[in-house]
């Protein structure tokens, strides 16, 4: 199986590949769009801020070559916001996946909100083997509100999507790559996934 990490400057793509390894496989750093599209699986990483990321994918053409992946995607943190039609950070229009708009928190929490949160209401393959209220690690300013493409949510002053899925799109408000055990099974399952979605 071959798995590609978009690689477009984000953070966390060592630790995304080292989680990979973990599991058994390996997982190779491109930003060329001829073997992002010959993979089997895609993984969408982010860390850092929306619009300056979105300057990047826009160099190398990654803007236009994401939304038009047949195989499974999983965008992960920034990834899954970058997905959504528009972000208020950096007042940046996003690749308009995932049909909703990220905000920032605003409800009298701390911003960021760093550390350990419960997921609820799952309802993927994504989350095979994954009990409701388990906990997953986040770090983020932004959050995308709760919509019909909504496959787990969490609570932060208001609830809010942590993981969203279109079709063969995938994304996750969290890191499965620092979230322990819980996210390695998430890791693991989108692997899994069936390339015929």
Known sequence: M?????????????SIKFAIQRLGYE????????????????????VGEASSAMRKLKDSGLDTLVPQLKQ??????????LMCN???????KGLGIFHTDVVRFNHGVKVPQIGWNQIEL???????GVDE???????????APVTE????????????????QKDNFYGTQFHP???????????????KLSTDN
């Open 149 to 164: 493409e909504t496959i787990a949510q969490s609570t932060y002053g208001i609830t809010y999507s942590t993981a969203l």
């Open 72 to 81: 499974p995607v999983l965008g992960i943190c920034l990834g899954m916001q």
């Open 86 to 92: 528009y972000t208020e950070e950096g007042d940046t």
């Open 27 to 46: 997982a190779v750093l491109s930003d060329d769009p001829e073997e992002i599209k010959a993979a089997d699986k895609v993984i969408f990483p982010g």
């Open 177 to 191: 790559e620092k979230s322990s055990i819980v996210g390695e099974k998430i890791l693991e399952n989108f692997l």
């Open 133 to 143: 209220k388990e906990y997953i690690y986040l770090v983020h300013s932004y959050y």
């Open 2 to 14: 071959k798995i590609v990490i978009i690689n477009y400057g984000a953070g966390n793509i060592q």
């Open 122 to 128: 799952l309802r993927s393959d994504l989350f095979l």
